[in-house]
């Protein structure tokens, strides 16, 4: 009950607001299972009688029938969390854009791939907006495998693991992400995004993961700033398969356990490394 009554304090003006496709008349758009923490209510767009939602209750199965083919903007006001990966692919693919991400989208330690394989998502909401981060959230998987290519300029004071959030996406746009300090993982996080190639500066004073980042990102070649890395304990692949990256590393690793594989394939890198050896276990085909 505290929890709800905590929620229930955060300012719900602003819907969260998205698109949909669809592309034959009296086509359905299935929304994922979505749990209201306060009442909510979803506008479907096009003039019909609105749904309504009831704090507390999980709703699978949330299916609009839309007369007319094209975009449909959908709206949802109140506080709710979204289990994004409870639908089917097909459903998934109907999602185009994110417009608003408004005041009561919920992200917390159970929402994990939030987007995952919504394979034409976009991000249209201005890039300094974000969802509710609650303490703990995790943004694992959260575009993975999608065309999501969006700038996105986060505050992630509440957030611990950003592990594969932009694996095998079409992400190339600038992502600031600030206040990172509790974040613990970042592994596979731009795994075969192979067309990403912007700076990075990311505080990973909690950190312990690097393994696979960047693997497979085969344009990376930008500026890479990873500060307070005093806790990483493994970065295997960190930069496997990542052909053209050629940057200074200036982080060091005092508890480094595990680097192998960390350059295979790097094939245009040549720079110093000194990551700190001291811990060492495997380095196993780290060049």
């Given amino acids: ?38 009442n909510v209510t979803i506008d479907w767009g096009d003039n019909t009688t609105p749904s309504s939602l009831l704090a507390g209750t999980s709703y699978s199965s949330l299916n609009h029938t839309y007369v007319t083919t094209g975009k449909h903007n959908v709206s949802i006001s109140g506080q709710f969390r979204w289990m994004g990966n409870s639908t089917t692919q097909a459903a998934k693919s109907k999602l185009l854009d994110i417009v608003s991400w408004g005041d009561g989208f919920l992200v917390d ?31 694992e998987g959260m575009f993975w495998s999608t065309a999501f290519n969006s700038s996105l300029n986060w505050d992630l004071k509440n957030v611990t693991s950003l592990k594969a959030m932009f694996r095998l996406t079409q992400l190339n746009k600038p992502i600031t992400f600030t206040n990172t300090q509790g974040v613990t993982t970042m592994a596979y996080m731009f795994l075969s995004a192979s067309d990403f190639n912007q700076p990075i500066n990311f505080d990973c004073s909690s ?14 070649n930008s500026a890479l700033n990873l500060t307070n890395t005093n806790k990483v304990v493994t970065a295997q692949y960190l930069f496997y398969q990542a052909s053209k990256f050629n940057q200074p590393i200036n982080f060091s690793a005092p508890n480094l356990v595990d680097v192998s594989t960390m350059f295979n394939g790097a094939s245009k890198f040549n720079q110093p490394v000194e990551l700190g050896t001291q811990k060492l276990t495997s380095t196993w085909e780290c060049f």
């Fill in 1 to 38: 009950m505290f929890g709800l009554l905590a929620l229930a304090t955060l300012v719900t003006d602003a819907p969260f607001v998205t698109t949909w496709n669809t592309s034959t008349t009296n086509e359905s758009v299935s929304l994922p299972t979505i749990t209201p923490q306060t």
């Fill in 109 to 139: 330690q159970a929402s994990a791939n939030l987007f995952y394989d919504y394979v034409n998502v976009q991000v249209s909401a201005p890039p300094s907006t974000q969802p509710v981060f609650l303490a703990g959230a995790v943004l």
């Fill in 207 to 220: 950190v312990t993961a690097l393994d696979f980042m960047f693997y497979g990102a085969s344009s990376f």
